[in-house]
């Protein structure tokens, strides 16, 4: 499987541009220079570049200069080292007419594709050639490859332990936990411990976690390995809003409403039984349950990285900014969860008051549902904002053709990045082992920290107005409870913690544009946090 770590403004303005029939692949001369400083890395072992006829209405890439040719670099890996960064950099001089966007050209190796290959491949290498009378023969090109190993691959084995609470806190006994191959019921304290193996861990060397307690949203959370082999985590749940029960769905129409907040119908014989298009003829239970994401409710959302695979981008993640958030759930009598459809639902979602400014009547918002295999958003659909002839109030209204979780979101397109050094005051050790998050405070978004080194970052949305900032606030959870960081007044690097997100001290995010935390340089810097043990209510 191939990942993509690198975000970039290119690809965003460029949307699909990319032809149907790419032309045969050439492979250029190429330069394999030993890593420096790193007596275990090895050499790249390939370099291939594909040529990729644009469509025939010439796309504006850079918002100046029309292109009729764009090639893309790959970088082959088939050594058994992981690298958190890998950099090509272009040695010979370029034609007259050929203009090379990026000359210095980053690439994340996240690896294997299949035994021991690992694969790079970025969309921010392109070579643009300005209306050539013939393509662009790159075969004599000599390349420089130099990269920087992650240290430790994953581990393969390991034990994840952790909590189960709901938004108000409260710990739960006998909530089903699930990896891949293996499940356990929390405690009586909502405690649980799992033991994982090569076949719990997916392809992008990542554990994908699922709770279900019995009455409550499900809560999923994946969670990326690296050279330690415990983890610890807190999985919050909502209790379920809104229950209707229908005991014949074959020829029952099947409605839930969760009051002034959302509404669910599916006609009769709309539910289905898996691939078998046979009707489900149990009872079942309709769950709807909304979130409100500018309070605590916001841990209950899963993939709260806030992350999605767009139409435009469908394998490169996009930081997502929601409006509305819902799951949808049909449980038969028999426990077995109905999530396909034959015909599709209307699913109606009230735009929040605090929102209301950010969205207009009549416009459209692409729709997102959570995919559980992968532990991320994938866009499917859209919603149309319609006032209420009944009570005035805006909603998004839209159909689905599966139950999941559902968002109505924008992507967002301009992002900037935050990095800081979280130390422990008690022990003066770094908390790179804790799940940090920033939440937005004037806006519905956020990110977990990326560590690398002993500084971790986050990527969310850009200020582009200095008067009216983009804020967010920081914040963790340790054993079930919500840890949000107020700095000390007398104490410019200590920060304590509090329970209730109003009184998390608000960091504005920079107007300084940027693609990734690959650009670490590029991150406004927040210096050292020192965590101290102290709770402030």
Request: aromatic share 10%; charged share 20%.
């Amino acid at each position: 499987m191939i990942l993509l770590v690198t975000i970039i403004w290119t690809w965003f303005l460029a949307g699909d541009v990319w032809a149907k029939k790419p032309t045969t692949e050439i492979t250029p001369a190429v330069d394999f220079p030993e890593w420096p400083g790193q007596s275990t890395a090895r050499p790249l072992s390939a370099i291939t570049i594909s040529n990729y006829l644009l469509e025939s209405e010439t796309p504006s890439i850079d918002g100046r200069v029309n292109y009729d040719y764009v090639y893309r670099l790959e970088i082959i890996n088939q050594s058994q080292d992981y690298y958190h960064q890998v950099n090509a950099n272009l040695l010979s001089q370029l034609p007259d007419g050929v203009q090379l966007i990026n000359s210095r050209l980053n690439f994340g190796v996240i690896g294997p594709v299949s035994g021991t290959e690992y694969r790079a491949l970025s969309k921010n290498t392109f070579l643009f050639r300005k209306n050539p009378a013939t393509p662009l023969d790159l075969t004599t090109l000599q390349w420089q490859i130099t990269g920087e190993p992650l240290g430790a691959p994953p581990v393969k084995r390991g034990i994840v332990t952790g909590v189960v609470v709901d938004t108000y806190c409260r710990k739960l006994e006998n909530a089903l936990v699930m990896l891949r191959e293996s499940s356990v019921k929390t405690d009586s304290a909502g405690e649980f411990s799992l033991t994982f193996g090569q076949n719990d861990i997916s392809a992008n060397h990542s554990l994908v976690i699922t709770s279900r307690p019995e009455g409550y949203t499900e809560y999923q959370v994946k969670i990326p390995l690296n050279a330690q082999p415990r983890y610890d985590l807190t999985m919050v749940v909502k209790p379920v809003a809104a229950r209707t029960a229908v005991f014949a769905p074959y020829k029952q129409e099947i409605r839930v409403n969760e009051a002034y907040r959302a509404e669910f119908r599916l006609p009769a014989a709309g539910l289905i039984e898996g691939d078998t298009r046979l009707l489900v003829s149990e009872p079942v239970s309709a769950n709807l349950t909304t979130l409100d994401l500018s309070n605590t409710e916001r841990g209950a959302f899963p993939g709260n990285d806030f992350l999605g695979i767009s139409h435009d981008t469908p394998l490169i993640p996009v930081a997502l900014e929601v409006i509305v958030a819902a799951e949808v759930a049909l449980i038969g009598a028999s426990g077995v969860r109905y999530p396909r459809l034959a015909i599709p639902a209307q699913l109606r979602l009230a735009i929040p008051g605090h929102l209301l400014n950010q969205v207009s009547e009549g416009e459209t918002l692409p729709l997102w549902y959570y995919d559980t295999t992968g532990g991320v958003w994938r866009q499917e659909g859209s919603g149309v904002v319609r006032r209420d002839i009944n009570d005035g109030r805006l909603w998004v209204e839209s159909q689905i053709n599966h139950l999941s979780w559902w968002i109505a979101a924008r992507p967002l397109r301009e992002l900037s990045c935050l990095r800081f050094r979280p130390v422990d005051e008690k022990t003066n050790t770094l908390l790179d082992q804790v799940r940090f998050t920033i939440e937005g405070v004037n806006f519905v978004s956020g990110a977990l920290a990326i560590f690398r080194g002993e500084e971790g970052a986050f990527t969310t949305k850009r200020t582009k107005d200095l008067t009216n900032p983009e804020l967010v606030r920081l914040m963790f959870y340790e054993r079930g409870v919500p840890n949000y960081l107020q700095r000390d007044p007398t104490h410019p690097t200590r920060y304590y913690k509090v329970s209730m997100p109003g009184l998390a001290t608000p960091f504005p995010m920079a107007n300084i544009a940027m693609q990734h935390t690959a650009q670490w340089d590029n991150c406004q810097d927040l210096g050292m946090i020192t965590v101290s043990a102290r709770i402030r209510q």
